[in-house]
């Protein structure tokens, strides 16, 4: 397969007064040409942190290792004047939030045909003009208006499209979504969801989808990577890992989430909490939420292995999961 | 359960704010609800749900009276509270509480858990003293899941889930009948709040509570409520029984949403079309003639833009629609 992006054991670390913290563990993964993947986990567990480093956008008292292959690039360790080459060009990234992301006293255009004057050095009126087919391409509604409005005069949807239009200016191999479609209403999200699918088939854009909503990426991503504590727990396809998870925290995500066809009378959460990284638990970081645990995992921390099905899964339990209850 | 009395009951609720105009120009108008009309039985979940901007925070606000209406009444087991002496109101406001969405930013971080807990306490049940109160508080943490030793924390200390059962004990402590829960899980990883959800269960069950379930997400409505109101641009477009919401709705609003909703199962997602739900919500400052829903649906034809659709009874609730009985709109999901 046509590789874009691969990551062989990259860590982040984030230096603390006393300590240190780390925040990504040993985290291998490729992405191939044209194909989503889902980054699931809840909040700590290392997703956003591992895409910051490999964006170069990490904090100040951060800092990653290993390597992120971009061809024949690493783009970690790289000097920021170097990486400017590759972000947005090659390799693009949006947030939850595009209020943060964009400047409140520029106008849409502005900031927009910038991308294309400082990476495809295209003079300002062309810029302009593939700047307004962009908005309309991602769907925004009367495009030239909007280009000549600032980010606060649009609602929470069209800002989201400026950050997509941006991000996709300069026809980047990789897009990088941080949650999204989180802040958005769920009419709207729908609307985003169809855009990625057809964005990624159109300009064959490599996709990640970094979420904690599993509803999201279902009808979405071709591959899943589920993390915990700061490692990959379980890799698969879309259909594997919802199907027939093999992971129990895997199995624990797909019954926490609520489903709107099915009315049950209970939710079966994750017992417990995640794990504060600065206290990760012994053995494997799960161990403590587990229902399926016994001896070896309170010890001995499960590597990532290959389990068939070009599957890959940290767990010391064999086979298909049953639901059970934390004794 | 129909037989349960009704518990509250809002009667032509509206209310409208003026929004700041500049020097010299007149005020605008924003119409956040109109029109609100519903019961709501002891021991009932009420879901309501509807895109930002609906109203949904609003009415609950209003009917915590926190804001106040500017027509219609909010009848409390029969009163008005509105038109109650101040005394008495706050012997009411004991009955009536809220748990709002973010959890740490609606803490007071200079204040223990124990202070916040027993914050209501001090104005609304003025005759305990310290050792009750302590007491109450220590047995409302556990109620909510909160270990004893946690009373002296404060809430930077706490996670967003632990600081949502802070949040709910503190609505908890005045023993209430009914409160509002705004979007109590949106802020929270999903692991989190299934386990939120199970505790607002059963602490329905345990204290006979009443809820008021504010959410824009309709899996987590659905799996809460008993009963379910659809709001948009203000008004009331349908209500009707969970189920029946789901498996037949009569509005093409209510039907849109449901189609929008992620399902978290892969084959159906692919299969799914959504129903196209073209552009964004109209302001609420200039909303359009007719039926307010009918520049974003497909059904809409000329009376509808002329006429606003009444609340009808369909046998099962209540929908707004001109067309409702002529449609026959699947399930959502």
């Given at each position: 397969?046509?590789k874009v992006l691969s990551v062989h054991d990259m860590n982040v670390?984030?230096?603390?007064?006393?300590?240190?913290?780390?925040?990504v563990?040993?985290l291998s993964f490729s992405l191939?040409?044209?194909?989503?993947l889902?980054?699931?986990?809840?909040?700590?567990?290392?997703?956003s942190q591992a895409f910051l480093a490999i964006m170069g956008l990490l904090?100040?008292?951060g800092h990653a290792s290993g390597r992120a292959m971009l061809g024949d690039v690493n783009l970690i360790g790289m000097a920021p004047d170097a990486l400017d080459q590759y972000r947005g060009r090659d390799i693009a990234m949006?947030?939850?939030?595009?209020?943060?992301?964009?400047?409140?006293?520029?106008?849409?255009?502005?900031?927009?045909?910038?991308?294309?004057?400082?990476h495809?050095?295209?003079?300002?009126?062309?810029?302009?003009?593939?700047?307004?087919?962009?908005?309309?391409?991602?769907?925004?509604?009367?495009?030239?208006?909007?280009?000549?409005?600032?980010?606060?005069?649009?609602?929470?949807?069209?800002?989201?499209?400026?950050?997509?239009?941006?991000?996709?200016?300069c026809?980047p191999k990789i897009l990088i979504?941080?949650?999204?479609?989180?802040?958005?209403?769920?009419?709207?999200?729908?609307?985003?969801?169809?855009?990625?699918?057809?964005?990624?088939?159109?300009?064959?854009?490599a996709?990640v989808?970094?979420?904690?909503?599993?509803?999201?990426?279902?009808?979405?991503?071709?591959?899943?990577?589920?993390?915990?504590?700061?490692?990959?727990?379980?890799?698969?396809?879309?259909?594997?890992?919802?199907?027939?998870?093999?992971?129990?925290?895997?199995?624990?995500?797909?019954?926490?989430?609520?489903?709107?066809?099915?009315?049950?009378?209970?939710?079966?959460?994750?017992?417990?909490?995640?794990?504060?990284?600065?206290?990760?638990?012994?053995?494997?970081?799960?161990?403590?939420?587990?229902?399926?645990?016994?001896?070896?995992?309170?010890?001995?921390?499960?590597?990532?292995?290959?389990?068939?099905?070009?599957?890959?899964?940290?767990?010391?339990?064999?086979?298909?999961?049953?639901?059970?209850?934390?004794? | 359960?129909?037989?349960?009395?009704?518990?509250?009951?809002?009667?032509?609720?509206?209310?409208?704010?003026?929004?700041?105009?500049?020097?010299?120009?007149?005020?605008?108008?924003?119409?956040?609800?109109?029109?609100?009309?519903?019961?709501?039985?002891?021991?009932?979940?009420?879901?309501?749900?509807?895109?930002?901007?609906?109203?949904?925070?609003?009415?609950?606000?209003?009917?915590?009276?926190?804001?106040?209406?500017?027509?219609?009444?909010?009848?409390?087991?029969?009163?008005?509270?509105?038109?109650?002496?101040?005394?008495?109101?706050?012997?009411?406001?004991?009955?009536?509480?809220?748990?709002?969405?973010?959890?740490?930013?609606?803490?007071?971080?200079?204040?223990?858990?124990?202070?916040?807990?027993?914050?209501?306490?001090?104005?609304?049940?003025?005759?305990?003293?310290?050792?009750?109160?302590?007491?109450?508080?220590?047995?409302?943490?556990?109620?909510?899941?909160?270990?004893?030793?946690?009373?002296?924390?404060?809430?930077?200390?706490?996670?967003?889930?632990?600081?949502?059962?802070?949040?709910?004990?503190?609505?908890?402590?005045?023993?209430?009948?009914?409160?509002?829960?705004?979007?109590?899980?949106?802020?929270?990883?999903?692991?989190?709040?299934?386990?939120?959800?199970?505790?607002?269960?059963?602490?329905?069950?345990?204290?006979?509570?009443?809820?008021?379930?504010?959410?824009?997400?309709?899996?987590?409505?659905?799996?809460?409520?008993?009963?379910?109101?659809?709001?948009?641009?203000?008004?009331?477009?349908?209500?009707?029984?969970?189920?029946?919401?789901?498996?037949?709705?009569?509005?093409?609003?209510?039907?849109?949403?449901?189609?929008?909703?992620?399902?978290?199962?892969?084959?159906?997602?692919?299969?799914?079309?959504?129903?196209?739900?073209?552009?964004?919500?109209?302001?609420?400052?200039?909303?359009?003639?007719?039926?307010?829903?009918?520049?974003?649906?497909?059904?809409?034809?000329?009376?509808?833009?002329?006429?606003?659709?009444?609340?009808?009874?369909?046998?099962?609730?209540?929908?707004?629609?001109?067309?409702?009985?002529?449609?026959?709109?699947?399930?959502?999901?």
């Open positions: 397969m046509d670390t984030f230096a603390l007064h006393q300590s240190e913290v780390r925040a563990s040993e191939a040409r044209g194909e989503t889902a980054v699931v986990g809840e909040s700590g567990s290392g997703k904090a100040r008292n949006i947030f939850q939030d595009p209020m943060t992301s964009l400047n409140p006293s520029l106008k849409v255009k502005t900031q927009l045909a910038e991308v294309l004057v400082r495809q050095q295209m003079d300002e009126r062309k810029a302009q003009t593939e700047v307004i087919a962009m908005l309309e391409r991602v769907g925004m509604p009367e495009p030239v208006k909007r280009a000549n409005a600032y980010p606060h005069e649009l609602s929470g949807g069209m800002r989201q499209r400026v950050m997509i239009a941006m991000a996709l200016l026809r979504a941080d949650e999204p479609t989180t802040a958005l209403d769920v009419t709207v999200q729908a609307q985003m969801l169809d855009l990625f699918k057809s964005l990624t088939n159109d300009f064959g854009t996709l989808m970094i979420t904690h909503d599993l509803g999201v990426v279902a009808g979405l991503a071709d591959r899943m990577m589920v993390m915990y504590g700061g490692r990959a727990v379980e890799k698969g396809t879309t259909d594997q890992l919802f199907y027939d998870p093999r992971h129990p925290y895997t199995l624990g995500l797909l019954h926490s989430t609520p489903h709107v066809a099915k009315r049950a009378r209970r939710l079966d959460p994750i017992q417990g909490l995640p794990p504060s990284l600065e206290h990760l638990p012994s053995g494997c970081a799960f161990h403590p939420r587990c229902a399926f645990r016994f001896e070896k995992c309170f010890v001995e921390r499960p590597p990532l292995a290959e389990i068939g099905g070009g599957r890959e899964k940290a767990c010391w339990v064999d086979g298909p999961l049953q639901r059970r209850e934390v004794a | 359960m129909d037989n349960r009395p009704d518990i509250l009951r809002i009667e032509n609720l509206g209310k409208t704010f003026s929004i700041g105009a500049a020097l010299f120009s007149r005020p605008l108008t924003l119409t956040a609800l109109q029109d609100i009309s519903f019961t709501i039985r002891q021991g009932e979940t009420l879901g309501i749900v509807g895109e930002s901007g609906c109203g949904k925070s609003t009415l609950g606000r209003c009917i915590l009276q926190l804001l106040t209406p500017d027509s219609g009444r909010v009848l409390w087991m029969g009163e008005d509270i509105a038109s109650l002496p101040k005394e008495e109101m706050r012997k009411r406001r004991r009955d009536l509480q809220i748990i709002f969405q973010d959890p740490l930013a609606s803490l007071n971080p200079r204040m223990t858990v124990g202070e916040i807990i027993a914050d209501p306490l001090r104005t609304l049940m003025p005759e305990l003293d310290a050792v009750a109160r302590r007491a109450k508080v220590l047995k409302t943490m556990e109620a909510v899941g909160l270990l004893p030793e946690m009373i002296n924390r404060y809430p930077h200390e706490f996670s967003g889930g632990q600081a949502q059962r802070i949040g709910i004990a503190r609505a908890l402590i005045t023993d209430p009948k009914l409160i509002v829960c705004d979007e109590p899980v949106s802020a929270l990883d999903v692991s989190i709040q299934a386990q939120i959800l199970n505790l607002l269960a059963d602490l329905k069950d345990e204290f006979g509570l009443t809820l008021i379930f504010i959410s824009h997400n309709l899996s987590v409505v659905r799996h809460v409520s008993d009963r379910i109101l659809v709001l948009y641009l203000g008004r009331m477009v349908e209500l009707a029984e969970g189920d029946d919401l789901y498996e037949a709705p009569k509005h093409p609003y209510t039907r849109a949403l449901l189609t929008a909703v992620p399902i978290p199962d892969p084959i159906r997602a692919r299969q799914r079309t959504i129903d196209g739900l073209e552009g964004e919500i109209p302001s609420p400052i200039n909303p359009p003639s007719g039926c307010t829903f009918r520049t974003r649906c497909r059904f809409a034809i000329g009376l509808c833009a002329e006429e606003r659709p009444p609340l009808e009874n369909t046998g099962h609730g209540l929908v707004a629609c001109h067309r409702w009985k002529e449609l026959e709109l699947q399930p959502g999901a």
